[in-house]
């Protein structure tokens, strides 16, 4: 299974939940409507103000909480903490902090008969495809390339002993120190990825101002995310991702 099927299956669950934030957050906006009464500074709920392949949504409680979350294409990101007033804007602080994902060495397995120069598996064992890698020999130029549902072989005209693999997953960003390859490892090499908080992004130090009376920014480290305050209205309703492998 490809890592984006595994991802896929965890954003459509969190698709709904993060549809079901939204769904009480337009009916939070209608009670305080009602009562006439107004959120206090930058207390409320927003949604992401992007196109329309993107979604997201951030809830700043009155409690002293937020929550946040998006789908972009291929990527799924959610957090969840505290806020802090500093000055005019307020700071956020993931809380637990995420633990990030991580390859680590496993022992050789056969597939289909053989063992591959390279196979990429989630802890349960079943095989991940997509996971980009760099083979080094003692000469001549490394060979790169991604793995398949059964790993990756060297081609039979091949004659180089691979010393080292370097393995990568884009879309995360999860990376590992280089796999040295000894002479027990005969060239081949197991790596097993430990998802840990696969999705939950830090955003502690990330901070909120405010931006045209009904709109907010949110400052990260990755760049600027402008959100629109949910007015009070109908509730809208958000389509559900298909959970599909692919």
Known sequence: ????????????????????LLLSAALAATLASAAGAQAPDLVGDYQLAEGPDVGGGLRIAADGSFEYGL????????????????????????????VAPQFEKAEPVAVEGAVPTIFATWPNGEA????????GFDSGDPVEGYTQYNGWTLPDDETRVPRWIEVREDIYGITAPRFDLGDADRGRLHVRLIPNDLGRVDLSGACIEARDG??????RKEGDMRFVRMEAGPAMEADEEAEAPE
């Open 128 to 135: 991940i495809s997509g996971i980009d890698f760099v083979i």
């Open 214 to 219: 009904t709109a907010v920014v949110l400052h």
């Open 1 to 20: 299974m490809r890592i984006r099927g595994w991802i896929r299956r965890a954003k459509a669950r969190r698709l709904r939940d993060m549809r079901s």
């Open 71 to 98: 789908a972009a294409g291929a990527l799924d990101e959610y957090s969840s903490g505290r806020w802090e007033r500093q000055g005019p804007t307020i700071c956020l602080v993931t809380d637990p902090r995420p």
